[in-house]
């Protein structure tokens, strides 16, 4: 028992649980198989419609005065996520900023965010910020923001929302995703019946969705069930591992339109912006996003069923229905976690040898630690790992622009974690 055997027959035997996974997940990527089918489709005809042809290619320079290439990508974009008008910029730093566009864009003084999926994401609390912090936040300028926790069996609580929506509340904020929580992540389904119920009790509001790592892991987006708003990175899911910067937002036209005055400005909005060289990756990673998001997505099932197998909590479950591409795993201690975590990193094609360390990232209210051996900088949908150091020690692994390497990602992880002793007492594996 106390022997460890070596490395090969460690990798034997880790390779054969995979396989094994494999075989149990069968029929759950099948399906992700034929979602990521549908989705390509999706797309494919959303390039047909709006004529795509390579002159929308080169990019525009100075103002970026009637760019084509702009305003079809924009189509393109509207066309593939079912919404009357979208906006895909590399003027959009980060996620956070696309979406602080999109609510800032919406909200005036006086108006009401209500956040009815409990806290949102790290990034988020200071875009939301504080009545008088003096940097300009939403809050700070006096836009009023509320919001309830998840009920305990981490769905929505609808008696504190229909309590907490007033003749003030202008905007419903819906954070699709986990993010760095342990709860489930909310289907197209789900939001869909969210809009409905939200739209009964004051028809006037707008539902803003932040559908950060959502796009195209369902047949469906969030635009297609009734929210007038959403956004999303494009070092995310849609910009399918090429595009090198930027964001979208998608939604009505008035909304689209309020977000890009809040980008340039008034007056302004949409119709100007330099697009430079970055137009091509932008197409083509739209292009390939359905099909990356699918190996990806099946990365995550992967990963649950083997980390399930060894007798760790994750979520989702393996034969859990997915709407984002996150897959958490609950180590329950520090060092299991950044074992895990430095494993990630271990088996990128790039910065393989850097050894990755919990830091104060900005934004962040621990401190985190990130495996993020990517071609694009925090690409993640890329194969990455993140993990706030806090207890239960939960880590979350996304990503993986082919299924090989997200696989060979899982392995490298679980060797480093049977090297360092910490997961030993399997049978399987000593
Ligand atoms: C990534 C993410 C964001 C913020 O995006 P950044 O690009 O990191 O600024 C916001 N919300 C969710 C749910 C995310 O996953």
Redesign the pocket.
Known sequence: MNEQPDKQTILKRLERLAEEAENRAHEAFRSVERIAERNQWKVIEAFKRHKVSDFHFAGSTGYGYNDRGREVLDLVYADAMGAEAALVRPHFV????T?SCALFGVLRPGDELLYVTGR??D??HKVIGKPGDGRGSLQDWGVLYKEVPLAAGGGLDWEQIEQAITPRTKVIGI???R?YDWRASFTVAEIGEIVKKVKALKPDLLVFV?N??GEFTEPLEPTQVGVDLMAG?L??NPGGGLAETGGYIAGTAAAVEAAAFRLTAPGIGGEVGAMLGTMRAMFQGLFLAPHLVGQAVKGSVLAAALFEELGFETKPRWHEPRTDL?QAVRFGQAEHLIAFVQGIQQAAAVDAHVVPEPWDMP?YENEVIMAAGTFIQ?G?LELSADAPIREPYIAYMQGGLTYAHAKYGILTALYRLVESGLIVTKPYIT
Do not use: E, F
């Open positions: 980060s996620g956070t900023h979406i949102p994401y990034t988020l954070q699709r995703s993010g932040d950060c790592y990175s070092i995310k996150i934004g925090g993640s």
